[in-house]
């Protein structure tokens, strides 16, 4: 829910840091349209700031194309060389076509999940409805160009070759509860990883403000190497965001089982 000033200062955080405070959504320009709050939030500015980092990176990178690239050409390319292997080695040469939207993807997700590494940022992929309105758009995307290509003989993937007829009714309605909770799983995975990462962050920020400098050096210690891990974790949740929607994309161009 938004907050015009952030909530509390997290004296109920045992020690002076409240760890969920940095999940808290925050009118910066309120604006109501026809009864929905639609105020620009500390969330849209971020994600504004994410896009405009991609941007930068893909088209100043790109813009002089040298022979032999410079740091932010070659991350460029390097991203983008990632991503189309990705699509080449899950989709085949049919998924080329949604190269962009898949690029598109995981760039906005990790750069979402990175910029949420930096202090006093905001980290967007650290609230379901983000994550959720990602999945769902993925899941009804792949569904539209199942039906698309393979008509209603799409239908077929929801039914398991070589099962007794007898089975039939039974394992068709557990795929299609599988293939419904996509979605959740596609969502549940990034959400939970980013905002769990980020409170542990928090909790052991405070361990090292309690203690002091005599004690606080075991927890500092850890939240380095926890920080070099969420990291890791950011790129791979990325990753794992991209490489689902390569695999859902190819269950719905090849219909494989």
């Not at 000033?5 to 808290?24: A, K, T, V, W």
């Not at 004690?215 to 969420?230: C, D, H, K, S």
Request: with cysteine.
């Amino acid at each position: 829910m938004a907050t015009e000033h952030g909530g509390g200062h997290g004296s109920e955080g045992g020690l002076g840091i409240d760890p969920m405070h940095q999940f808290e959504i925050q009118r910066l320009i309120k604006l109501d349209l026809f009864g929905v709050d639609a105020s620009f939030t500390n969330s849209s500015l971020w994600m504004i700031i994410g896009v405009a980092l991609i941007t930068a990176l893909t088209v100043w990178g790109m813009s002089g194309r040298a022979l032999v690239p410079g740091r932010l050409q070659s991350v460029a390319e390097l991203a983008y060389e990632f991503v189309a292997n990705m699509v080449r080695e899950n989709v085949g040469s049919a998924g080329q076509r949604y190269f962009p939207f898949i690029f598109t993807l995981f760039m906005f997700v990790l750069a979402s999940n990175m910029l949420g590494m930096v202090p006093y940022s905001f980290t967007v992929t650290s609230h379901i409805v983000v994550t959720f309105a990602l999945a769902t758009v993925v899941f009804l995307g792949v569904t539209v160009i199942g039906f698309a290509k393979h008509g209603a003989g799409f239908l077929k993937f929801f039914v398991p070759s070589g099962v007794p007829v007898a089975l039939l009714p039974l394992l068709v309605v557990i795929e299609v509860i599988s293939y419904l909770t996509r979605p959740v799983s596609l969502s549940v995975r990034l959400f939970a990883n980013m905002m769990a990462g980020h409170t542990m962050l928090k909790v052991f920020a405070g361990f090292v403000i309690g203690l002091g400098v005599i004690g606080g050096w075991a927890p500092l210690a850890f939240m380095v190497a926890f920080t070099g891990l969420e990291l890791l974790v950011a790129f791979l949740q990325a990753y794992v965001f991209a490489i689902l929607t390569c695999i859902y994309l190819n269950d719905a161009l090849h219909m494989h089982h």
